[in-house]
């Protein structure tokens, strides 16, 4: 009993504000629910899964799913590695200097999102950005960041990662700070080179954090909707559409809810499987 009191006020609350709108957005998915039936409750209608029939038939989710996955693609990989090389670099090479740099990587993270959006706009500025400003030295032509099809979502990619690196490292250096130093000793004595070392023991000795970090990450990348949201407004031509985008102008646009709500939960079964496959990956590797 004395462990139900400490455990219910968290219960209760994880069940009003999580569980139950859950289970009211599966319930408003089945349904027609928008401005008309938000006037009147009459004209609410169960359609059971139309809005999924529909939705899978709408070209726009899937342009909007393809810029889903492509910046879940290639974005993950290029978050995950900055955030390895920068935590083997806190770890190994700055010594008494490893608490400001990891205070400088993780600054990043806890700034506000629309502001460093905003800064980063700037950056991405055709002919006054500094980013076309250090390619004009190396010979490279101005590039349209925000206003090319092709270039609009890795932009968002590059503000991304700069933006989320910071947290990852920080879990990483954990792990690294974890394995014994035995093993480098050991390895060293042995003759081992730099890249054995990082392959035969920092690897495996992060592996399990590595798949963590794997799927927090990609599912945040796989919710993708405040950067295109400020910058670039889905365009141009869609190319930074993303699927939570698509969901919020569904439902807060043209107030289709119960067509925000059915997106909603196609996204979170996507997500789901791909971190079914994530787990199963990481659990084969774990079993050699």
Known sequence: MAAWWFVGPALIVLGVFFFVPVIGALL???TDFDLYALSDWRNLRFIGFHNYATLLQDPLFWKSLWNTLYFVVLGVPLSIGASLGAALL?????????????TVYFAPVVTTLVAVAVVWRYIFHTRYGFLNYSLSGLGIDPIDWMGDPHWAMPAIVILAVWKNFGYNM???LAALQNIPEDLYEAARIDGASGWQVFRHITIPGIAPVLLLVSILTMTGY?????EPYVMTEGGPLQSTLSVLYFMYEEGFKWWSLGRASAVAFLLFVLMFLVTAFQLRLGRQRGDR
């Open 28 to 30: 408003m998915s089945l």
């Open 90 to 102: 806190v770890n190994s090479k700055l010594g008494r200097f490893r608490s400001f740099f990891r």
């Open 170 to 172: 920080i879990i990483l």
């Open 222 to 226: 796989f919710q993708l909707f405040a």
